[in-house]
């Protein structure tokens, strides 16, 4: 098992900044990959952001490529969002997810965060 907690959401006004982490306990060492969903009112989930454990390869939704970073401490177990360019349309609920080796699906997932982005 793996557990995830989510931090850093909040309110800010479009064009700004913020960062999310995602502490990963348990299992971590069986860690594949972690990846950043959201999920907006009457939106379904989507992936925005994955990274290797290992390697360190990232992938980006195109709604937010050029604006976010991810990014992941593996002493810290703890992988990072930095969102920068906020618009409103990236208010949301944000979820981190966690894959394990063998499994190779987002199976462990935190509480969410949520991401307020005003006009």
């Known amino acids: 098992q793996v557990q995830l907690v989510e931090s850093g959401g909040g309110l800010v006004q479009a064009g700004g900044s913020l960062r999310l982490s995602c502490a990963a306990s348990g299992r971590t060492s069986s860690i594949y990959a972690m990846g950043w969903f959201r999920q907006a009112p009457g939106k379904d989930r989507e992936v925005i952001a994955a990274?290797?454990?290992?390697?360190?390869?990232?992938l980006y939704a195109d709604s937010v490529k050029g604006r976010f970073t991810i990014s992941r401490d593996n002493a810290k177990n703890t992988v990072y969002l930095q969102m920068n360019s906020l618009k409103p349309e990236d208010t949301a609920v944000y979820y981190c997810?966690?894959?394990?080796?063998?499994?190779?699906?987002?199976?462990?997932w935190g509480q969410g965060t949520q991401v307020t982005v005003s006009s």
């Open positions: 997810a966690a894959a394990l080796s063998g499994e190779h699906e987002y199976n462990y």
């Open positions: 990274i290797s454990w290992s390697g360190g390869s990232s």
